[in-house]
């Protein structure tokens, strides 16, 4: 015989397991809700994070660039300017000692040329301007012609300078005339030396000093042709010497040379 079934309790525990599984699934829904929203606020703040970072560090690079680009056209510009300024000075500068310097030079071969161009050049070794025993070499003085035989055989001491064959002969340099038939003198005429200097040695020491008085600004080039010749005509006449434009022992002596 089957047992009874009481339909009541049954039907109790029916409703009640309905009602738990109501309540598990309520309580599921409700967990999975709470659940989605962390898992969605810690995603959209995962998601805000990078982007406030991507933001901040595109910003942040950016104003970098802008600093770092504006410190760099500030460093360039300083740069430039200081080149600009240093080359416009530098060129300023330049032509004001262009111009000054020009100024002085003219200044001087004027002056040089105007206190020489009053005085001729004197070679006429009779004139008065030879008076006196210290140019008694110049007033004695004539060309002499010889061979060359004659001139080694007469003379201890012969050189080649500037052209043309000189002797030596008691502290004076003179033209040793027919020693080369194709010889050439720019002065004829003694020329004073001291230490032994050869005649174009001691040429050059009167240019230098001439030039540094402010008498000569020709070639230092140790002949005694016509610009050489007036600057010493010049700086004898200032200093009161006879105007002999000659290199003689009381020029070089004013000259403070020999």
Same mark, same amino acid.
């Given at each position: ?5 009481? *339909? !009541? ?16 699934? !309520?309580?599921?829904? $409700?967990?999975?809700?709470?659940? +989605?929203?962390?898992? $969605? ?8 994070? /990078?982007? +406030? ?16 680009? @504006?410190?760099? +056209? ?9 080149? *600009? ?15 000054? +310097?020009? @100024? ?12 020489? !161009? ?30 060359? %035989? ?6 201890? *001491? ?5 052209? %043309?064959?000189?002797?030596?002969? =008691? ?8 020693? $080369? ?15 032994? @200097?050869?005649? $174009? ?32 005509? =010049? ?8 105007? /002999? ?6 020029? @070089? ?6």
């Amino acid at each position: 015989m089957a047992p009874r079934v009481n *339909r !009541s309790a049954v039907v109790n525990q029916d409703t009640r397991m309905r009602a738990f599984r109501q309540r598990n699934f !309520s309580s599921n829904r $409700d967990f999975r809700a709470r659940t +989605n929203v962390a898992v $969605d606020r810690n995603r959209n703040f995962a998601v805000n994070r /990078t982007r +406030n970072f991507d933001v901040n560090r595109d910003r942040t690079a950016a104003e970098f660039r802008a600093r770092n680009g @504006l410190a760099i +056209n500030r460093e360039r510009n300083v740069a430039i300017n200081r080149t *600009r300024n240093f080359d416009f000075n530098r060129d300023r500068n330049t032509a004001e000692f262009r111009a000054r +310097n020009g @100024l002085a030079v003219n200044r001087e071969r004027n002056f040089a040329f105007n206190r020489r !161009s009053n005085f001729a050049i004197n070679n006429n070794f009779q004139s008065d301007a030879f008076r006196g025993q210290q140019y008694a070499v110049f007033r004695n003085y004539h060309r002499e012609w010889h061979d060359r %035989g004659w001139w080694r055989s007469h003379c201890d *001491r012969i050189i080649f300078v500037s052209g %043309g064959w000189y002797y030596w002969n =008691a502290g004076y340099w003179f033209p040793a005339w027919g020693y $080369d038939p194709y010889a050439y003198y720019a002065y004829d005429g003694p020329i004073y030396a001291y230490n032994g @200097l050869t005649p $174009d040695q001691v040429i050059v020491d009167v240019q230098l000093q001439l030039q540094r008085a402010g008498y000569y600004d020709g070639p230092v080039d140790g002949i005694l042709g016509p610009m050489t010749q007036e600057a010493i005509a =010049a700086f004898q006449a200032d200093n009161g010497l006879a105007v /002999t434009a000659a290199i003689d022992e009381p020029t @070089l002596a004013t000259l403070g040379i020999a």
